[in-house]
């Protein structure tokens, strides 16, 4: 059995994102040989989340899928995405902080979640301090322009500090004073 549960895993896997009914069906023949395999609930929770945009769907595939295999660490991300998409906060943060926990996640792109956790409840600090913390996880280069970029996202969207009014109204004072000794 095991060999038609890969042979319909490995179907799904080739045919996602570019032939989605022919995904859909090899992971529901993988689903009715291991209905608790994490690989296939995590395709089909990405599929619903992706392209159907069904995020609750998504959520309770994601869920079984890590009910089954808590070290699926592949699916910790997709699920965050879905949780922060669908405004979820609360359980997108608890999730977060758990996925920190587990052996062998991507403790970069966890941080990278928790940032954008944080962009989107507008807390820009702790956003940025996210972001250095997924610096520190960074191994390769492409990642850390792609920090680069989503700091400076986030810096645009800080509000700007307001400049002195005082130095600014004295400079009006001296610049009117100026005009009336010319008159």
């Known amino acids: 059995m095991s060999n038609l549960l890969d042979k319909y ?6 045919a996602y994102p570019y032939d989605l009914e022919e995904a859909v069906e090899s992971l529901n023949y993988a689903l009715s040989y291991d209905q608790n395999n994490a690989t296939a609930l995590g395709l089909m929770g990405e599929i619903y989340a992706e392209q159907l945009k069904n995020y609750e769907a998504a959520k309770e595939y994601y869920q079984k899928a890590l009910a089954a295999d808590i070290f699926a660490v592949n699916i910790y991300p997709k699920y965050i995405n879905v949780l922060l998409w669908n405004e979820d906060y609360a359980e997108a943060e608890k999730l977060i902080d758990y996925a920190l926990t587990v052996k062998g996640t991507d403790k970069g792109i966890l941080y990278v979640k928790k940032a954008i956790y944080f962009e989107q409840k507008r807390a820009y600090k702790k956003a940025l301090k996210c972001l250095k913390l ?5 191994y390769n280069n492409y990642f850390i ?5 989503e700091e400076t996202r986030i810096k645009d969207k800080m509000p700007k500090k307001k400049k002195d009014k005082k130095k600014g109204a004295s400079s009006k004072k001296s610049k009117k004073h100026k005009n009336n000794k010319n008159e």
């Open 9 to 14: 895993l490995f179907q799904a896997l080739d």
């Open 134 to 138: 997924a610096k520190s996880y960074a």
């Open 145 to 149: 322009n792609d920090l680069k970029e």
